[in-house]
């Protein structure tokens, strides 16, 4: 996989040839490509390396900065650059029509509604259904999905093992969410992992980075935009309308 960085500080040959050196020794790099004039490093990687081990290797030479400000992303999750070239209405398809399934159900599950314990019935089968069927998605290439999500996650990018635990997170939350098992506690740890996921989410959109969206794994080429945002601002939502009602 290929990531590149914004490196200041760099003012001659010696401070590249001293950069390359020092980043050159750190686990897991295999090459490293940098443009002087731009002050760009693009640095091929066995596997995701975080941003602060990167860092680290420059800390006795303070003048040189790195960060990840120039996104590049792996090869199996590349910039959905097709998407431009489609409607809206193609391209979140799946993810419309995964949550079409999802209220169908629930509502044919707990109609007629009958109060608060009805509504409260179809949240819960709308968040199993939720989760089971995006960590399903997840699941089929868990790896890439890691690697995808360690693009955005303010978690993921710190430890790329958080990708492949927040799937697992999901498959427990909906099988939760469908035996109604503690859900007081369900609905608790729905609302802070939905919310610290959001943050990464949140700050590629403000930040109008185009990269691939996770929220499906590999499977579907979907873009990061507001679409993830309403997605994860939805889970919340009723997590948190779940918790008052209890």
């Known amino acids: 996989m290929t990531h590149t960085y914004k490196v200041s500080g760099m003012t001659c040959t010696g401070c590249q040839s001293k950069v390359q050196g020092l980043l050159s020794k750190v686990t897991d790099v295999k090459s490293i490509a940098i443009d002087l004039p731009k002050g760009i490093a693009t640095i091929e990687m066995d596997k995701h390396i975080a941003t602060s081990t990167l860092k680290e290797a420059l800390k006795d030479y303070p003048k040189y900065q790195l960060s990840d400000t120039v996104p590049v992303p792996v090869p199996d999750t590349p910039i959905v650059e097709e998407a431009a070239t489609k409607s809206w209405l193609a391209t979140y398809k799946p993810i419309l029509l995964i949550f079409g399934y999802i209220t169908t159900l629930s509502l044919v599950v707990s109609f007629p509604p009958g109060g608060a314990g009805g509504y409260m019935q179809a949240m819960r089968v709308f968040m199993a259904g939720f989760f089971l069927i995006f960590s399903f998605f997840k699941m089929l290439d868990l790896k890439?999905?890691?690697?995808?999500?360690?693009?955005?996650?303010?978690?993921?990018?710190?430890?790329?093992?958080?990708?492949?635990?927040?799937?697992?997170?999901?498959?427990?939350?909906?099988?939760?969410?469908?035996?109604?098992?503690?859900?007081?506690?369900?609905?608790?740890?729905?609302?802070?992992?939905?919310?610290?996921?959001?943050?990464?989410?949140?700050?590629?959109?403000?930040?109008?980075?185009?990269?691939?969206?996770?929220?499906?794994?590999?499977?579907?080429?979907?873009?990061?935009?507001?679409?993830?945002?309403?997605?994860?601002?939805?889970?919340?939502?009723?997590?948190?309308?779940?918790?008052?009602?209890?």
């Open 144 to 246: 890439g999905f890691a690697e995808s999500y360690a693009m955005y996650d303010i978690v993921a990018k710190k430890w790329n093992g958080w990708g492949y635990v927040y799937a697992f997170i999901e498959l427990g939350l909906g099988i939760s969410f469908a035996i109604n098992f503690q859900p007081l506690a369900t609905n608790i740890i729905t609302v802070v992992v939905m919310a610290i996921s959001s943050i990464g989410v949140l700050q590629s959109v403000v930040n109008k980075r185009t990269i691939k969206c996770a929220c499906l794994g590999t499977v579907f080429n979907l873009p990061m935009s507001t679409v993830t945002i309403i997605e994860d601002t939805l889970m919340i939502g009723m997590g948190a309308t779940m918790i008052i009602l209890l």
